[in-house]
Nanobody, 119 residues
């Protein structure tokens, strides 16, 4: 069983910064992709950023240049540094870890952490 524990959400004014953390524990395959997704009220969950164990990164266009994803493989932890926050960044942010062994794909989610950006 794999568990993801997120922290770092909160309320911030527009233009401010927040740093999210997500620690994974359990039986985790060393070659994996960790990422952050978000879901705003009334909207579908969307990708924010992902990082492989390589590492290589991928960002949604809406956050490029403002958000930075990083990871500590020794701690199985992924971070999301969010700068220049905008009210439209308000959402519940979910951590994700996934990997494939060739015959099975494993995909786990955290419980979510609220990020609220006031104008």
């Amino acid at each position: 069983q794999v568990q993801l524990v997120e922290s770092g959400g909160g309320l911030v004014q527009a233009g401010g910064s927040l740093r999210l953390s997500c620690a994974a524990s359990g039986s985790i395959f060393s070659i994996n992709t960790m990422g952050w997704y978000r879901q705003a009220p009334g909207k579908q969950r969307e990708l924010v950023a992902t990082i492989t164990s390589g590492p290589s990164t991928n960002y949604a266009d809406s956050v490029k240049g403002r958000f930075t994803i990083s990871r500590d493989n020794a701690k199985n932890t992924v971070y999301l540094q969010m700068n220049s926050l905008k009210p439209e960044d308000t959402a519940v942010y979910y951590c994700n870890i996934a990997w494939s062994t060739g015959w099975h794909t494993y995909n786990y989610w955290g419980q979510g952490t609220q990020v609220t950006v006031s104008s």
